[in-house]
C-alpha cells in the first residue's frame, strides 16, 4: 500500500516530473496538475491526504486555490505545503494565512522535502486519530448518559416502590382506625335512631314522653354517650393522621417542578420523615433540635428527596449494628452557619450507627458506590442528592468517626429573596 495520496500541483511540468519521480520513489502515491483549476475540482471529488502547491500559476494561482480549499468543508483540513521560488517573508506569511501548513522553497532539496512531507502526513494521522477517538467518546458519553439516565430512573423507581409500600401500611392504620370507628359508632347509634323512628314527625305527646323516658333507661345512654365521643374522636385522629401522610407525599410528588419557591425546611423535613415512618417507627428515636431558620428558595420535591435518601442512609446505618443498644438515635439540627461565602442555613441529620471509615468516606458520594447488600441498593442516593444539593448552590459535608456514628450536614444558602 502507498504511504499516502500526495497531489502536486505546479505549472512547469520539469517540476512537476521532479517531484513526482522522488516521491513516488519513496512510495507515495503521486497526482500530479499543471493548473490550479484543474487541481481543486480533484480534490473536491477524490480529497488526497496532503497538497504540495506552487504559487505562481496562470489563471489560479496557488493562493486563490489554498483559500478556496479552505473555505469547502470536505477539503479545509488537507494540509497544504507551499512550493515557490519566492523567498521574501511577506510571501510565505500570505502562504500561512491563506491556510498553507509549510512553505519549501525552490530550488528545494530532495531530503528537505520529503522530511518535511513525512511530517505533515504522520501529523495529518495523528491528527485523524484523534478526530476518530473524540467520535468515539462522544458516542461512549452519549451511552454512559443514557444508561446513567436510565439507572438513576430505576433508582427513583425503586424508591417510589419503597415508598408506596411504606406509605399503604401507613395509611392503612388510620384508615383501619376510622373503619373500626366508624362501625363502632353505627352501633352504638342503632337504638337512639331506631328510638327516634318510633315517632312521627309530628308534636311529642305526653305519653310519647313517658315512653322516651323508658327506652332511654333501657339503652343505658351516659356510658353509651361516652363511647360515641371516643369513637369520634378515633375518627378525627385517624383522619388527621391520614391528612398527614397525605401532605408529606404532596411535597414529594412536586419531584420535577421547575419552579422555585419559597420552602420551610422544617416542614421539608417533617415530610421525609412522615414518608419514612413505617422503616423506623417503635425502634429509632427522632430527635429534633429545629433553631430559628429562615425560608429557602429551592424546589420542595427534590429536598424532600434528599433527606429521604439522607435519613434512609442513616436508618440503614443503625441497623447495621447487629448488637442491642439504646442508643437508636437520628438527630436533626438545624441552625445558621456563616462562612466567608456568605450565611447558610445548616441542616445536621446525625445518626448512631457503626460510622464510616477515612477510606470509605472519599468514595461515598461517588455514583455506583455502595456499602450495602447486593439487591439493597445501587449506590446513586447520596450521588444524586449530592447533585440536587449542588444545583441548589449548596453543598453536603460528612462527619464521621468509626464507632461513633455519622453526621451529614446540608449547607443551603441564605437569599435575601427567601426571608
Do not use: W
Request: glycine share 6%.
Amino acid at each position: 500500500m502507498a504511504k499516502g495520496n500526495i497531489m502536486v500541483v505546479d505549472d512547469r511540468p520539469v517540476n512537476l516530473d521532479l517531484l513526482e519521480n522522488m516521491l513516488s520513489d519513496d512510495g507515495y502515491e503521486i497526482r500530479p496538475f499543471l493548473k490550479g483549476k484543474m487541481a481543486l475540482n480533484s480534490a473536491l471529488v477524490d480529497p488526497p491526504d496532503l497538497i504540495l502547491l506552487d504559487i505562481m500559476m496562470p489563471e489560479m494561482d496557488g493562493y486563490e486555490v489554498c483559500q478556496e480549499l479552505k473555505r469547502i468543508e470536505t477539503t479545509r483540513d488537507i494540509p497544504v505545503i507551499f512550493v515557490s521560488a519566492k523567498s521574501v517573508t511577506f510571501d510565505k506569511v500570505k502562504a500561512f494565512n491563506c491556510g498553507g501548513v509549510d512553505y519549501i522553497t525552490k530550488p528545494f532539496q530532495l531530503e528537505e522535502v520529503l522530511a518535511r512531507v513525512r511530517t505533515h502526513l504522520t501529523l495529518r494521522r495523528v491528527q485523524l486519530e484523534i478526530e476518530d477517538k473524540n467520535r468515539e467518546l462522544q458516542y461512549t458519553l452519549k451511552e454512559l448518559k443514557s444508561t446513567q439516565s436510565h439507572l438513576i430512573q430505576s433508582e427513583k423507581m425503586a424508591s417510589i416502590g419503597v415508598l408506596a409500600a411504606g406509605i399503604a401500611h401507613e395509611l392503612n392504620n388510620p384508615i383501619n382506625f376510622v373503619s373500626i370507628s366508624t362501625k363502632g359508632l353505627k352501633k352504638k347509634l342503632k337504638p337512639v335512631i331506631e328510638l327516634l323512628q318510633q315517632f312521627d314527625r309530628g308534636s311529642v305527646t305526653k305519653d310519647d314522653l313517658e315512653t322516651i323516658n323508658q327506652l332511654i333507661a333501657t339503652i343505658d345512654v351516659s356510658p353509651r354517650l361516652q363511647a360515641i365521643n371516643e369513637l369520634t374522636t378515633n375518627i378525627e385522629t385517624g383522619s388527621d393522621r391520614a391528612v398527614e401522610i397525605v401532605s408529606g407525599l404532596r411535597s414529594f410528588s412536586r419531584l420535577d417542578s421547575s419552579k422555585k419557591e419559597k420552602i420551610d425546611i422544617h416542614k421539608t423535613l417533617e415530610s421525609a420523615l412522615i414518608i419514612l415512618q413505617n422503616q423506623f417507627r417503635h425502634r429509632i428515636t427522632i430527635q429534633r433540635e429545629y433553631g430559628d431558620i429562615p425560608q429557602v428558595l429551592g424546589f420542595p420535591g427534590k429536598l424532600v428527596q434528599v433527606f429521604m435518601n439522607i435519613f434512609k442512609n442513616a436508618i440503614d446505618a443503625i441497623d447495621s449494628r447487629n448488637e442491642e443498644s439504646n442508643r437508636k438515635t437520628i438527630t436533626i439540627r438545624t441552625t445558621i452557619r456563616k462562612t466567608e461565602n456568605g450565611p447558610y442555613i445548616n441542616i445536621d441529620i446525625a445518626d448512631t450507627g457503626p460510622g464510616i471509615s477515612d477510606e470509605i468516606k472519599g468514595q461515598l458520594f461517588d455514583p455506583f458506590y455502595t456499602t450495602k447488600e447486593v439487591g439493597k441498593g445501587i449506590g446513586l442516593g447520596l450521588s444524586i442528592a449530592l447533585g440536587i444539593v449542588e444545583s441548589h448552590q449548596g453543598k453536603i459535608e460528612l462527619t464521621s468517626k468509626k464507632g461513633e456514628g455519622s453526621t451529614f450536614s446540608v449547607l443551603l444558602p441564605i437569599q435575601d429573596k427567601a426571608v
